[in-house]
C-alpha cells in the first residue's frame, strides 16, 4: 500500500485560477462566480473538483464537467482530474458579487439568501414572476414593476422543488458518463 501524498495547497490554488476561466455554456459567468466549485483537492498528479450543479435538470452540465477536466488537466503537473458531483443544492446566494455584475449585464438575476430576488437593471425589489418558463429550463421569467423590464431568474433549490431531494435519492446522479469516483477512460 502506498502512501497517500499530502494535498497540493499551490497547485490546488493554480486549479482554481484555471476554473476561475471556465464559464458556464449557457451564462456569461465562471463556474467559480456562480458558486458551483465546492472544493479543489490535489494530490500528486491527481486533481479532484467537487461541483454542485446550479439545476439539476440543466442539460450543459456535462459540458461544465468536460471543460473542468479539459482546462485543470492543461495545467503542468496534473495528469488526472476527477470531477464530483455533489448534493446539497446550489442556490443563488452562491453567486459572488462579480458573478451577479455579470449576471445583470445579461439581464439576469440570481435569489439572494432569502429567496428575495431584485431586478439585475435597476436594483428594484418591486418584481413579479411572469412566467415559470424562461429561455431555458434553468430560468424563469420575472419582471420589474419599477423599470418596466423583463427579466429572467435562475432557478435554485428553492424553486426546483425545495432543498430536500425525491426521497430515497442518494446523491447528485452525474449528468452523463461513469459514476463519480469511477476509474476514467485511459
Ligand atoms: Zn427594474
Same mark, same amino acid.
Given at each position: 500500500?502506498? $502512501? %497517500?501524498? #499530502?494535498?497540493?495547497?499551490?497547485?490546488?490554488?493554480?486549479?482554481?485560477? $484555471?476554473?476561475?476561466?471556465?464559464?458556464?455554456?449557457?451564462?456569461?459567468?465562471?463556474?467559480?462566480?456562480?458558486?458551483?466549485?465546492?472544493?479543489?483537492?490535489?494530490?500528486?498528479?491527481?486533481?479532484?473538483?467537487?461541483?454542485?450543479?446550479?439545476?439539476? $435538470?440543466?442539460?450543459?452540465?456535462?459540458?461544465?464537467?468536460?471543460?473542468?477536466?479539459?482546462?485543470?488537466?492543461?495545467?503542468?503537473?496534473?495528469?488526472?482530474? &476527477?470531477?464530483?458531483?455533489?448534493? @446539497?443544492?446550489?442556490?443563488?446566494?452562491? %453567486?459572488? &458579487?462579480?458573478?451577479?455584475?455579470?449576471?445583470? @449585464?445579461? @439581464?439576469?438575476? $440570481?435569489?439572494?439568501? @432569502?429567496?428575495?430576488?431584485?431586478? #439585475?437593471?435597476?436594483?428594484?425589489?418591486?418584481?413579479?414572476?411572469?412566467?415559470?418558463?424562461?429561455?431555458?429550463?434553468?430560468?424563469?421569467?420575472?419582471?420589474?414593476?419599477?423599470?418596466?423590464?423583463?427579466? &429572467? %431568474?435562475?432557478?435554485?433549490?428553492?424553486?426546483?422543488?425545495?432543498?430536500?431531494?425525491?426521497?430515497?435519492?442518494?446523491?447528485?446522479?452525474?449528468?452523463?458518463?461513469? #459514476?463519480?469516483?469511477?476509474?476514467?477512460?485511459?
Amino acid at each position: 500500500m502506498s $502512501a %497517500v501524498p #499530502p494535498p497540493d495547497r499551490a497547485r490546488e490554488r493554480e486549479v482554481m485560477r $484555471a476554473l476561475a476561466a471556465v464559464e458556464d455554456p449557457e451564462l456569461p459567468v465562471s463556474i467559480v462566480d456562480l458558486g458551483m466549485v465546492r472544493a479543489v483537492t490535489v494530490r500528486g498528479s491527481r486533481a479532484v473538483v467537487e461541483l454542485v450543479p446550479t439545476f439539476l $435538470a440543466c442539460p450543459a452540465l456535462w459540458m461544465v464537467e468536460s471543460e473542468v477536466r479539459r482546462s485543470v488537466t492543461a495545467l503542468p503537473g496534473v495528469a488526472e482530474c &476527477e470531477v464530483a458531483w455533489r448534493a @446539497g443544492g446550489w442556490s443563488g446566494a452562491d %453567486v459572488t &458579487e462579480a458573478g451577479r455584475r455579470a449576471l445583470a @449585464g445579461a @439581464g439576469l438575476a $440570481a435569489p439572494a439568501a @432569502g429567496g428575495e430576488v431584485a431586478c #439585475p437593471f435597476c436594483g428594484s425589489p418591486d418584481v413579479r414572476p411572469a412566467s415559470p418558463f424562461g429561455s431555458a429550463v434553468c430560468r424563469s421569467a420575472a419582471y420589474c414593476d419599477r423599470c418596466r423590464t423583463p427579466f &429572467e %431568474v435562475l432557478k435554485d433549490k428553492r424553486s426546483t422543488g425545495g432543498a430536500a431531494p425525491v426521497s430515497g435519492a442518494p446523491d447528485v446522479p452525474a449528468p452523463v458518463g461513469p #459514476p463519480a469516483g469511477g476509474h476514467p477512460a485511459p
